[in-house]
């Protein structure tokens, strides 16, 4: 018997020695040319124990295999030891890998892996071998995972994901894997008090709060996109190991995250409290760090029992420039004798190329030449040109780069260079239009293609034709008996036209409407000194339509007629009256070869018989609030503007035709915000809402609530007209299922509603819940574990545990009806542990969840009990 035991002894010891030392682990690479990649395979084993490896095998996915010795060894806290393992592989073509390192295997006692001592260990990274995508590294994982945790507080960690292509990271909970790199059978995530998550933006593995003690494993995937596409995924496999203790972790100052410019001077300061008064050690873990040539600092400033700060700088220099932000890990560790915990919170830094400075956009010809400040950097590619019709509102913030669609820009044109000063739009060689006002904004781009900050915006047009017109502006407003008084610089530099002698001749034509092409010949003007600059065309109807001028300059040298120079073109400015709810809206129009830089309002005092301004613009449109429905008011505009170009007119002012309308009640009162929330226990849905303009209650005197129960395309029905405009909530019960998607319209007095609000679609009632205590003593009450549901759950994987972790009992019915019984008895009294998976619908489809939890089993007669339940 002795011998038996020993042998046994000596087995178990064995297993452990091969087993247990394994902790976390990924896998990342570098890409060294088309085919040839670096692999850097990462684990965290335990130092305690005697398992240690020189080598991993490594398995490409492409039906071969390598070994792959270790590099180098470095210990950690909490007998942590971090080896990394490097080998080099060429694979055999395009395509798409799973490279997967096993070794056998995992710790014992893993409490969310059964029987994890039998378990391989394995991680496991996806590689896309694609030469249209360009050459990709992997991001890798900057902060190594041997933190632990504490029973009843938050625990969180972050891997300090840095991609050096500057590639976007998202992040996602995925299941432990086995050998070959399969999901782990019945693997389960942690038991949390309310959730364990991680955030897909800022990669916080959030774990609130642990349920319980023991050891854990998880595994988050690091999903790695490019243009839109998924090219990579790396998967860290971590252990989690949860402590009772009186010790609290230490609290991280607020952090803010920022946007700043090449060369600006990121400087502040970080601070971290402990309640313990504990020491307290700060670390910054972040690709920047390492970034060369100019790589951030963190250095301490001040430590003493229960607080530290230090002190963060950077300037960030070109090189750093890149369209995703810097994530920035900052860690405080304390140093208690009990328990070591921490706290971990991120920033992101995302670093802008600064704006270039145009500085001129002239026209010439039927091209336009911008010219603008060096950029002060060689670390550029070049600049893109980006152009709209007419002056833009666009005033980018801090953190936005390059030229948005929905500015109205589009793409003119790019140019290599990082000295490059000056571009000329030829719009492809087909040159630009007369009459158009184009505006002009630039940007510095960036070897990996990041666009700087947009430059200041610069408006220029082309000039057409010779006489130079000045002035088109309206004289009388009438149907009939309109009139326009017309103007034009006297040309110069004649006599540098040979032949162009005299006499001279200008043929004035007209079409209707700003944009028309049908002329009619008005006009003609004999002169030998061309100092007839000036025309009256009347008998015109101004009053419903603006009009397009040209004027042809004709040398009328007897024997030698000729057109001299290009044809001028020029319209009147004319304006739209759109009436709306006490207000009038107004869009102009003109077809003129200078810029106007302002366009200033006129309205008609009836008190005065004057007119008033009433407001200015640079823009196409305007508004006029604040006016009476059901009263006539009359408007004229006046336009400043000039050419561009040296010596040619500035300081022009042309107006407009008189325009009148009534202002009426034709449009919808504001959109609410609404908000929705849930009383499970209830069973009803609070729908409230609010307008962000409280001008906007004015306008309302009833609402309409909608409603449907599923999350698809379905349109919403009309559930309640509420005909108060200060009521603010609805409480809906829609049933059973406390779920669906709501959405709201103001209505006013004239029977004008409002758009759509945002629909809110709401399903956050779980109707699932299991007693914490049952009793199965025969005695007619409480003899079995029955699961609150509803008809929302359509199955459940249930399953109970003794404290040996031996499974005792297991269904798929939703409401669970357990008699206590294992094998045919009741099995003994105490706490029981289990875990349950439920599948419920939902407005979105069938979805699952987990729960887990203590069951008290009772089986004493004559005692009453009140369950709790647990959801």
Request: some cysteine; glycine content about 8%; overall charge negative.
């Amino acid at each position: 018997m002795k011998k038996i035991l020993a042998i046994c002894l000596f087995i178990v010891n064995a297993v452990m020695v091969t087993a247990t030392h394994n902790r976390a682990g990924e896998i990342t690479y570098k890409q060294l040319s088309a085919l040839t990649y670096e692999i850097t395979i990462t684990t965290f084993t335990y130092t305690l124990s005697l398992a240690d490896r020189d080598q991993l095998d490594v398995d490409w996915g492409d039906n071969s295999m390598s070994t792959a010795p270790r590099v180098s060894r470095v210990v950690l806290p909490n007998y942590y030891q971090r080896n990394i393992y490097v080998i080099t592989h060429t694979f055999p073509g395009p395509g798409v890998y799973k490279i997967v390192v096993q070794d056998p295997n995992r710790n014992f006692g893993v409490k969310n892996i059964p029987n994890s001592v039998n378990v391989v260990f394995s991680i496991a990274t996806t590689l896309t071998v694609n030469p249209a995508m360009g050459f990709n590294n992997t991001p890798v994982l900057l902060n190594p995972p041997y933190d632990k945790a504490a029973l009843g507080y938050v625990f969180i960690h972050n891997p300090a994901a840095y991609d050096p292509d500057g590639d976007s990271l998202s992040y996602a909970l995925t299941t432990c894997t086995r050998e070959d790199g399969k999901p782990i059978e019945n693997y389960t995530l942690p038991p949390a008090t309310r959730s364990i998550t991680v955030d897909p933006l800022t990669g916080d593995l959030i774990w609130d709060t642990p349920a319980d003690t023991g050891i854990y494993n998880v595994a988050m995937e690091i999903q790695e996109w490019r243009n839109g596409k998924k090219i990579g995924s790396v998967v860290r496999d971590m252990q989690i190991e949860v402590f009772v203790t009186s010790n609290k972790p230490p609290v991280n100052g607020p952090l803010s995250s920022i946007c700043v410019e090449a060369g600006e001077i990121v400087d502040f300061t970080v601070s971290a409290t402990d309640e313990n008064n504990d020491r307290i050690s700060l670390r910054a873990t972040s690709g920047i760090f390492g970034l060369q040539p100019c790589p951030a600092l963190f250095s301490g400033i001040d430590s003493v029992p229960g607080y530290s700060t230090a002190r963060f700088i950077w300037t960030p220099c070109h090189e750093a420039v890149r369209n995703q932000p810097y994530n920035i890990i900052f860690k405080a560790d304390d140093d208690n004798a009990e328990l070591k915990l921490s706290d971990i919170d991120n920033m992101t830094i995302k670093v802008l190329g600064p704006p270039p400075e145009l500085l001129s956009a002239v026209p010439e010809g039927k091209f336009i030449r911008l010219t603008w400040s060096p950029y002060g950097t060689a670390v550029i590619a070049g600049f893109a040109i980006y152009r709209r019709i007419g002056a833009s509102t666009f005033d980018p913030d801090s953190c936005t780069s390059g030229v948005p669609a929905s500015t109205g820009f589009i793409k003119a044109g790019y140019i290599d260079g990082s000295s490059t000063v000056e571009f000329t739009d030829t719009n492809n060689g087909l040159g630009l239009d007369f009459g158009e006002e184009y505006t002009y904004r630039i940007v510095a781009v960036y070897p990996n293609g990041t666009e700087s900050k947009s430059s200041n915006e610069l408006t220029s047009t082309l000039i057409s034709g010779i006489p130079v017109i000045r002035n088109v502006s309206v004289r009388n407003t009438h149907p009939e008996n309109g009139s326009i008084y017309l103007a034009w610089k006297k040309p110069d530099r004649l006599d540098t036209i040979p032949g162009a002698a005299g006499p001279y001749e200008y043929l004035i034509s007209r079409a209707q409407g700003v944009a028309g092409d049908d002329f009619s010949f008005i006009t003609s003007i004999t002169t030998t000194d061309l100092n007839d600059t000036v025309f009256i065309d009347t008998l015109i109807n101004t009053r419903d339509y603006g009009h397009l001028y040209k004027i042809v300059l004709w040398n009328r040298s007897p024997g030698n007629e000729f057109v001299i120079g290009d044809t001028s073109y020029a319209s009147s400015t004319y304006i739209t009256l759109s009436p709306g709810d006490r207000k009038m809206r107004f869009v102009i129009s003109r077809n003129v070869p200078w810029i106007n830089t302002a366009y200033d309002f006129f309205r008609y005092n009836e008190t005065t018989s004057e007119y008033d301004s009433v407001g200015t613009t640079n823009q196409l449109t305007f508004t006029d609030p604040g006016l009476e429905n059901g009263l006539n008011y009359c408007y004229y505009v006046r336009s400043t503007g000039g050419y561009q170009k040296a010596g040619l007119p500035v300081n022009l002012i042309n107006f407009s035709q008189t325009a009148c309308a009534v202002p009426v009640d034709n449009e919808p009162p504001c959109v609410p915000d609404i908000r929705v929330t849930s009383n499970c226990e209830e069973l009803y849905n609070t729908v409230s809402w609010s307008f962000a303009d409280s001008t906007c209650l004015d306008d309302v005197v009833g609402y309409k609530i909608y409603y449907k129960l599923k999350f698809d395309d379905s349109p919403l029905d009309t559930i309640k007209t509420i005909n108060d405009k200060y009521q603010f909530s609805y409480n809906h019960y829609p049933g059973e299922i406390i779920a669906g998607c709501y959405g709201v319209k103001a209505f006013d007095a004239n029977g004008n509603e409002s758009l759509m609000s945002t629909v809110v679609c709401i399903d956050s009632c779980q109707f699932y819940e299991i007693p914490n205590v049952f009793t199965p003593n025969n005695d007619g009450k409480n003899d079995k574990l029955v699961a609150r549901t509803s008809g929302l759950v359509e199955k459940v994987d249930f399953k109970i545990f003794n404290r040996n972790g031996l499974l005792i009992f297991s269904t798929d019915r939703p409401r669970i009806e357990w008699d206590g019984t294992y094998r045919g008895d009741i099995v003994s009294p105490g706490v029981y542990f289990y875990q349950c998976d439920v599948f419920e619908r939902r407005i979105t489809g069938l979805e699952q969840f987990h729960i887990s939890g203590f069951v008290h089993i009772i089986t004493e007669k004559g005692i009453e009990i009140t369950p709790q339940q647990t959801k």
